[in-house]
């Protein structure tokens, strides 16, 4: 008996050694599937700009070498993380003031076909205007600095979040709803533990355009409406830049800008790894 019990624990360790290098060898291959490739692409494209511009002799004010850029952020890095902290700022109160007043309307819009047939046009219409042709109204009602940068941020980001809400709360099973229905739940009841769970994957593909369109609209909202100085964004740092030709220094803002979108999609898509990833097939890990 002592020996057959010695033998299922040895069988058990070699089962569990076994999972154990079936987990490691998922993950180098997870590593070299997602990671690998786009890093040996970055650094090609890397050692082309860097040996091609200095092969082909172009000067730095026409097409910096990466390490200008590096250089140029060490060198300007004070400036470049304030600046780069007040668009994040910027950029996050007006994402989340698009998350909560466009899912919020959508909810309403949701609830009722007479107010989705009133208010969705006048959505579109705000979504069809060219943003830098309402800024300078913008300014003008609230000033230039923060207040209207936000709101110029909030324009751009709210209709992503508004139509892609919509559509989830409109693409709800009847089934469930008509289900609902016959236990006598209320129209809200049904709208927060059917509709709004149902659209989940919807309002988090809105919060990844959103995220970043935040960004676009604090850095366009800093062009127009930014305030200079320790407290100016990436925006008013591009422009200074561009004025005093300091082009390495106008790169690197650039790249910084493009940075902090992917970092909010990141954010993002971690958020969305953690609520959809249990039960939605867009997050889970299926293996082909």
């Known amino acids: 008996m002592e020996h057959t019990s010695d033998n299922l624990h040895v069988k058990e360790r070699l089962e569990d050694h076994s999972k154990e290098r079936e987990a490691a060898a998922k993950r180098r291959r997870n590593i070299m599937n997602n990671w690998v ?13 860097q040996f091609g511009t200095q092969w082909l002799q172009i000067p730095v004010y026409i097409l910096p070498t990466p390490t200008d850029i590096i250089a140029a952020s060490i060198q300007n890095s004070d400036r470049l993380l304030a600046s780069a902290t007040t668009t994040i700022l910027e950029s996050v109160i ?34 069809t205007i060219p943003i830098v042709a309402i800024a300078p109204i913008i300014v003008i009602w609230f000033g230039s600095g923060m207040n209207a940068i ?4 909030f324009t751009i980001g709210f209709f992503p979040m508004l139509s892609n809400t919509l559509i989830g709360l409109n693409a709800t099973d009847r089934g469930m709803i008509n289900l609902m229905q016959l236990y006598k739940a209320s129209k ?22 959103s995220c970043t369109l935040a960004i676009i609209g604090a850095i366009v909202g800093e062009y127009i409406a930014g305030i200079g ?8 740092a591009i422009t200074v830049a561009s004025t005093t030709m300091e082009i390495p220094y106008l790169f690197a803002c ?18 969305s790894k953690v609520l959809l990833g249990s039960w939605h097939e867009s997050e889970m890990n299926v293996e082909n």
């Open 94 to 127: 007006g994402f989340v003031f698009s998350v909560v007043i466009g899912v919020g309307a959508a909810v309403i819009m949701a609830s009722s076909k007479i107010l989705e047939r009133s208010l969705y046009p006048y959505a579109i219409l705000l979504q």
């Open 229 to 236: 100085g320790g407290a100016g964004g990436l925006g008013y």
């Open 254 to 271: 650039g790249i910084a800008a493009s940075f902090l979108g992917i970092a909010f999609f990141l954010l993002v898509s971690l958020l």
């Open 37 to 49: 490739p786009p890093m040996i692409t970055f650094l090609v494209f890397l050692s082309l700009w």
């Open 150 to 153: 936000v709101i110029i941020a």
């Open 188 to 209: 809200w009841e049904i709208m927060w533990k059917v509709r709004l769970p149902a659209a989940l994957p919807y309002i988090i593909a809105g919060l990844k355009i």
